[in-house]
Every structure is written in C-alpha cells, then in structure tokens.
C-alpha cells in the first residue's frame, strides 16, 4: 500500500480511542477504487502495533474458491471473542445477555462452540421472513454487547466479493447506531462485477455509505489483471460443502445457499464432478429444503424427485426417513395435504423401526402445522380444528417451543361467546390461545403475538362482539409500538375495517379502508391497497352502491393486471368476476356482465368439468357463479335455468361452508324478486323467512330489517346513502405507485433473464454426448428458472412430427400431435393465454388437444425455417384444484424470452449435428460406414480412459483380415465392382460380429475386428463363421452379378477369399492394444505368405518360424 493510504488507515484506527460515542459514523471507512489493490494484512498489523491499542483487531480477505459461510467472516470473529474474554461464562448466558432471539440460541451457541451450525427445532416456514431479520439482528446484538466492553478493529478485503448475507449484516452494523467502540475498514473493486443476486443488497449498502460519506476513492496505477478466483467444486470437498451449505441453510441465507448449490448440481450433472450416490441424495436434500423455504415449491418438488429416483435411497434407511419428511414438507408447502400426510406416515413406519427418535420428533412436529390446516392464514382458520394433547405433550417434553405456541394459538376452537371485561377478555377456551401468546411473549416472537389476536379478533367479529374485536386488534397495534411496524399496522387496519364491515358500521369500516390504503402508498407497498380497494367494493354491494363498487373492484382487477397476480390474500381472481357481474345486473349493464361471465366460466372450468369437485378454497367463487348465472337467466327470461340455478344456490350455501356472510342478503333480495315475478310465493316466503333468521343470528340487523320489509312488501327501509368510493386523488397516487411496482418488478425480472441467459450460454456450450441430452437438460432448466409446470417440445421433420421432450404430466396422442401441427401451420403465430382472459375460449380446442382441464396459462411458439414449420415449443402452468397462491400468468414478456431461448437452443441443436456429422466423417469409412483408421484410435483412446489404474488389466481379442483375389475382382470386373465386394463384407462382418465387437476398414481390402473381453477362441469362432458366409456365398459371385446385370464365371482360385490373424491378451492400455494388433498383422502375413483363405493365431511358436 503506498504511503498515504496508511496513513489515512491509521488516522482512522486512531480516533477508536478519541471519539465519542455521537461520532461513530467517522469510525467506518470504504475505500473504492478500480484497480488490482489490495489491503495488506502485515500493513495493518504494523500500523495497530505503532498506535500501540489495546484492541482486537480482525483482517479477512474475501475469495471465491471456498464457499463463504453465513455472515463470513463475522461468525467466526465472534468465536475468537468470546474464547478470549468470556470463556468463563457459560455460553447460554452469552447468547441470552447478549438479546439473541431466543428461538435461535442454540444454533449461534453451536456454532461458537463448534463451530457449525445446529438447532433444536426445525424452522416453520411461516416464519422464515421474520426469524430471517431477527438472526442479522442477533448476530449484531453480539457484537454490540461485545464492543460495549471491548474495542474491535475489523479490516475486510475485497468486499465485492462477499455474498449476501455479510453484505446485509453489514448495513446492518452501519445503521446500528449502539455499535461505538469498532471500527470497519473495507475496499472494494467499483470496477468488478457482482454476484448478479447480490446486486439489490449491495446497491442498498452503497447509497448508504455514500449518504453518510463513509467513502473514499484511492486512485492507483496499478492496472494489472486480477488472478482468476471461482468456485469450482472437487469431490474431495463435498462433505465440507454440505457443512457450510447447511450453516447457510440454518442462518436462512437462502438464496447465497442456492448460489452455491446450483454450480455444484450443475457440475454433476454436466458429468464434471462426480460424487457418490449417498453424497447426491445428501445435496438434493438440501436443495429441496432450500428452495422449499424459499417458497420454490416447484423446485422443491424437482429435487425431491431427483432424490427418490436414486436407487441407493431405498437401502439407506436414514436417508430414506429424511426424505419422507422432505416430501412431507413440500406437499404441505404446495398446499397438498394429504400426500403430505401420507409421506409422513411412511417416515413414521421407518423411524418406529429404526427408534429415530430426533425424526419421530420432527414428524410429530410436521403434523401439527398439517392439523393447523396448512401454515394458518387468519381468515381460512378453521375453527373445527384441534390439535391432540399427546402432540402437546411431544412439543413441551422435546422443547419444540415455537411449534408449541402454534399449537395452542392455532391448533384449538373458540366456540364460546368472548366477552370483554374492563382490560380483559373472558372466555375459558382462550386459556390454550393465551398460552400461545405468553409463550411466544418469551420467544419475543412479536408476529405470532399479533396473529394470534388477530385470530382472536376473527372469532369476536363472526360472534358481533364489534367492542371485543376493536380490543383485540388494539392489543397487535400495542405490539408494534417501536417497532416501526407500517406493513403489519395496514394489515391490522384492513382487518379492523373487515370486522366493521360484517358488524355493519360500514361507515367506519370505510375509514380504516382509507387508512390503509394511505399507508400502502407511505411503504410503496400494493398488497395492503389491493385488500382494502377490494373490500371497499364488497362494501359498496352491501350497501347497494353498485356503481362504486364496479369501480372499487374493476380498480382492483386493474392492480392485479399490473403486477400480474391471479388471486387476492383473502380470494381467487374469479370471485372479483362474480362481484363484478353481480354489481353490472344490477346497473342494468348487461352486456358488460357478460364479457366477465364468460371469462369466470371459462377460469371455473376446473371444477364445473369434473365429478365430485374438490370446492375447497372455491366456495366463495361458486357461490357467485351460482348466483349471477340464475340473475343473467333471469334477465334474458330463461326462468327454468334461472329456477335451477337459484336452487343450486341455496344447496351450495347449506352444504358447503362459504364464508361471505355478508353478500346473502343481497343474493336473497334477487331470489324473492325472482319468485315474486314467477309467482312461486312459497319459495319466496320461506328463502327470506330463514335468511333473517340467519342475518339475525349473525347480528346483521339492517340486513334482516331490509329482508323483513320486502317479506311485508314495504319500502320503508332505505339503503345507507353515504359515498363509498374513493376520491379521484386517491386512485391517481394508486396508478402511480403501481407503475412504480410494475417497473421494479419488470427491472427484477430482466435482472433474473440475465442471470438465466449467462447460464443459458454456458449450458449450450457444454459439449453433450446426445442432442437429446442436450434438449432434456435445457427444458429441465427452463421449466425451474420460469416456474413452468410442464414442457413440450416438438421437432417436425420431413413434415414428420415428433415429441422430442414432455415431462410426465402432459401426453399426445398421434391424432392429436398432427392437429397441434396442422394448427401452427396454419396458424403460424406464438399463442399466449390466460384463462382469466377472453381470448382462452378461441384456443380451447388447441389446449384441449393436450388432454388437460386445468391449464391456467399456457404459451406455445412455433418456429418457421424457409415457409415450414420445424419446431412448437409448449409451455403450461396448471390451476391446482383447492391451491391457488403463487400462481402467475405468462406474460408477452415470457414469450419473448422463450422464444429467444428455443431459437438458441435450435441453432445449439443444428451446430451439435453438424459437429456431429463432421466427426462422424472424420473417423468413418465413407464406402463401407465401419469405422476408418483415425475411428478405431479414438476407440481405443477412449476404451483405455476408462481404465482405473495402469495395473488393472482387461482382454481383447484381435482378428487382422486381407480380401484375398481382390486385385482380380477390380481388373476384371471395374472398380465398381471391387467396391460393392467391400460393402457386401463389411454388411457380412455386421451380421456376424453384431453388438460384440467393432468393426474396422483398416485400409484398401483390409479390416480389423476388435472385441473386448473375449479369448483366442471366441475370435476363431468369429473366423469360421467368415469362412462359412464366403463359402456360401461364392466370394460374392450374386453382388457381382447384380453390379453388371449379367452371369459371371469366376474359378474357384479366383474367388473371393479372406486371409486372418488373430491375437489375444490381457493389456492395460493403449499400447498393449496395439501390440496385439501388430501380432495379428504378423500372423496374418504368415497365412499371406503360406496358404491363404485360412486364420492363424498368433504365438510365440509362430513367431519364431516366420
């Protein structure tokens, strides 16, 4: 380092012991520069040592040869200290006076002690974005009870090339304003690229040190090249990667834990890292886990079905029991309960055999997030539910503390009326869910505090307790005092305005509607505006607003448009199509409800196609299908459908549980209508009599007094007249904060497409054995980076289609392959649909062609070379009957970036089967096919790499044959003649040799066979059969004969004959190969030279007489 720059280092260092605690922010310094620089180590050293400080300092240079740990190299500084200044503490009491979260004490403890990564209790992945934050805020809660009583100096090198998780520790530590005896010196590289899913967090570091002017620009001449630094995976290593890669799993570094994952599989799978099968099922497990609790439910999916086609997972029972409960987990996550219950029961048979207790621990644990009914969402709880004691039990003895509090919040009924006392709820079985939250109050876990009153605040609400639910929802905005908390202070603020809404103060419900949807836009936040915009437009069909409640919830469809999203938190897309056909019929837009109503079909199709339909999580949208197709009948006089389907709507609401309460008035106002004008006044009378009773039961009374007057014919009861829409103002601020989102989320994707398409390239480059393995390893990769369900790939040769790839869930029949084709030939344009969009029906017989019911969004993009179709590339998301969540529509977008992607592939495709053709020519005969010279020494080349070792041996036998009266044949027959003799015995030596040995055109009129692990006496075998076949055929008189369309004589001495050596032995590479067939070329010039038209086996004898 030159001079001045340690000297501004030691400036730096220095003021450690001058400061006070308000100027920390000059204690942290980041020297940027664009050059080869480097921060030396024995600089610092020499500079600590000459300030003569009592401190600790910390230098570490960042690489990418070795997978950076989980906040690297911090952890392990925190190790050093402590085994220096608190060794005589235990370290429980470390952690805890240190004000690390409780939950993830024992694995920071493991990790100090020994140095990897341990926890009792699996993660719920519910909790991984809070437990997330709270382990960057443990880790620098350490630091900050450390530095209270230490002085720390910490030096970092090349900080480009640190990963994420040390990045946002760091950003951390600089907001941290409680952090004053360190100082941080770090350089980085503004020149050197970054690991493209860093980029967000450190942009978020940089413009932070940047505001606060904690940067420095050193300028050096040094230009030179830096030394290639990259991961690349041995297998001597794989071990120590598993390690460090579960350190990372643990810490929740999800995506860094990928990075390194994802170079390490595609090393094995592209054949350059070869590891053991029980070492691959151990990556794969890993990799299911992090993708899972990454919300890559499909991914995780992949690999777990990577796992389970490895044959030696069925002989490790350990392995075995994990990857049951991998399964498990996956299943749950994807919403598919019951293959998750049915892997743990095959887990569990394996682990009572094998007394797992730490795996019996883990499943019990499982099933109680599966008898929460998935990982809880407030609105879906099921009040039915109920977890066993024993499960209780298993959960405290096992000190499974957080699963515990889920239990006891989410897992037991309130059925009781709550009732608010002074400060106090009372109600005896909310015991089970007060123990839930004083356990989570220990945990100092604040977000299943708040969702357990926010659960609590549900079951007050259903029960119109309006004062006991605005208490509850009170008790979470108490909870998020100080922590700055916007997103969960919207979240409560629609769920208070829900309660107002049921409770009918829609008034009020309105205002905390408007309250959140201000502070949606403050966070820049959309999900949070998009339930209150869409609540604000069931309000406004409560209250018989229907123009305001077309524009609340066509607002609504319109953010979801933007940000391409097919369901709400709280319903699917297709429930906002009911409300909004409802809201049309009765404005008397007809036409308009029909655009939608046709599109709702066409999206219901799923379930209005099949027998017994699972309507779980579809209740509410069938309701409203029910609904406004009896009103549309009506409107058009169809009073038979209208009379069927008003039934179908009542049996729909007695026999499934439906949760919209609060639209039955609404639907019932339009049923006495209905029977009134047909005069069915029975049907009328009594549909109203029991929905006031039911709207009295529920504490609706404005619903039941307005029922009540249209059951006596008045009109003395009026509708609220207040204003429900939202103001002008509003909506202009909504447009522009989604434009916002949609620009970061379009900037989010094509950083993504970058990303895929650097690997996209390399994956092309590889050198494949097979086109076909080429096209299996690229859809695999394209259905993982572009969320895809299923691929078809067709090639279509000669006019002749073929499915050159599909994966298991989509299968064509010949008929059916022919009209896909007929159809793009036709119509040769790419097709992008969404079910959710009109133009589906128009293609319904296209997607039906591919034999499923249930496709949501489907792209297919034929490709045209000189006016013909060659290839269709098909790609399908499919709608999962009661799971709908994380579910996207394929954009335009996508259909650019496939098609960019298969027609590189095509042009990859036809340079593999050129290059393919070329070397065939290059090592084959073009007469005869066989292989040439230069063929049989890549044979050999490539036989003999596959050898272990130089002392492991293996046989081969050797036959060395000369066409023997061969000159004779071409003089008096023409070379025509000459050739077609050596294609009729290269065609015989196939049909005698077939898959046992490889045929060779040596040169001229001789051949060599090859044959791998066989003795002299098979290759006499062989011999005699050619002897047989010539004999036979007269030295291939007929071939002649053909060749000159005439009889031919030709002597005995004359005809075609063959002379053969033949030699054996056992080698061990390639020269031992060829020194038998130079003996086989010394006994067949022996059998030249002698007799001819016989075989001679080489041996020493022989030898000697020639």
Known sequence: MRSEFKEHIRNIIGKLVEQSDS???????????????????????NIMTSLNLECDMFYYQFEEKKIQGPFCPFLDFIKELYQKYYKYMDCKEFVKKASVYPVIQDMLISYIMNGYCERNEDIIPREVPFEREKI??????IFQYITNEHKVVIVLDRLQRAHESTIELLYGMMKNKELFDIVIIASYNEAEDLYSYTKDSWNLLSRYIKDMEMSVDYND??????????????NTQIDVYLKDIKDLFL??????????????????ENGNLEVEDAQKIDILAIYSFVTVYNGEEKMAYLYCKKMSDIEYLRHDKERLIEYYYIAALVNLQSGQKNLAISSIEEGMKLTSDTNNNKYIVKYEMLKILIDIDKLPEILLWNPKSGISEYLIEMARDNNQLLHLAYAYIFGFNISNKLKLTGDKLANTELEECFKGIELAKELENTQIQIRAWQKTAVQASSEGKLDETIFCYNQCLKIMEGHNSKHEEAQIYNGIGYICLINEKYKLAYDYFIKAINIGLTVDTPKYILDAVYNLGITS???????S??????????????????RLNVCNKTKLYGLAIFAYIKLNQVYNAMLYYDIMKTALKHILDVDNPDYNMWEDDMYLYYTVTAMLADKEGDYDKANEYYEKVQNFWYSIHVKQNYILPKVVEEEAIFYKKTGNEEARKKVLTDTIKFCKKNLLIHNAEILQAILDNKNDVKEPDDNYEISNELIEEIDKMIIRCSMRKEIEKKNKMLSFFENWVDSLNYEFEKADDMINSSMLMIKNRFDIDSVMYISIRNGIPAVKYSDN?????KYQLRYICDYFSKNGRRIVLSRFKRSYQYHEELVSAFNRNDVATMIAIPFINREKLTEIFVAFRFKKMNYTKGLFMFEESDADLLRTAIKELIEALSKVSIKKELEKRSVTDTLTGLYNRQGMKEYINKVTRGFVSEKERHKFTILYMDLDNFKYCNDHFGHEAGDAVLVAFSRMLEGIVESSGYIIRYGGDEFVIIIPDKDTEYGVEIAEKIFANLRHNKGFKKVIEELKNMEVNISEKNRITCSIGISSGNVSGYSGIAMILKRADEALYYVKNNTK???KVWNLKSQEEK
């Not at 960057?136 to 809660?141: D, K």
């Not at 979801?560 to 999203?565: K, R, V």
Request: include cysteine; charged fraction near 30%.
């Open 221 to 234: 001449d040094n230009k030179d090249a830096m030394a290639d630094d990259v991961f690349i995976p041995v």
């Open 251 to 268: 810490c929740l570094q999800l995506e860094q834990a990928k990075y390194y994952l994802d170079i390490i599989y595609k090393a094995i």
């Open 136 to 141: 960057i805020e443990s880790v620098i809660n």
């Open 1093 to 1095: 038209n016989d075989y």
């Open 809 to 813: 869930e989509i299968s064509v029949k």
């Open 23 to 45: 100027e920390r922010d000059n204690k942290v310094c980041f020297f940027k520069h664009y050059s080869s620089f480097n921060i030396d180590e024995e600089d610092i050293i």
């Open 549 to 566: 409640a077309v524009k609340n919830v066509n607002l609504t469809m319109k953010m979801m448009e933007s940000l391409n999203l097919s």
């Open 541 to 547: 069909i409560i209250v018989g607003d229907y123009a």
